[in-house]
């Protein structure tokens, strides 16, 4: 089961249905420990992702812009990614 409850899911779907008109260039945000950077781009083979190191080196943040044909897809990359360990999506 996906760490993201259906709930929010569907109030995260409204939001972003009520602010986009699809398809729209939707742009993610995470922020992975180091060692899960493989992990992370993984998932996203065919989309350049921006890559920043925090101070100390411990994590690292990544950008990536994708043109997304509805809300629904938004919410599927945010499940997606739920299941790398010590993700943070902004």
Do not use: C
């Amino acid at each position: 089961m996906s760490a993201l409850g259906d709930s929010w899911g569907e109030d995260f779907l409204d939001k972003l249905n009520k602010h986009y008109s699809w398809p729209a260039v939707y742009i993610f945000k995470f922020i992975v420990p180091k060692e899960k950077d493989g992990e992370l781009k993984g998932l996203f083979p065919q989309h350049e992702l921006t890559k920043k190191e925090s101070s100390q080196g411990k994590y690292s943040s990544f950008t990536v812009q994708m043109m997304m044909p509805s809300g629904e897809a938004v919410v599927e990359v945010y499940r997606k990614v739920s299941g790398i360990e010590g993700l943070i999506a902004l």
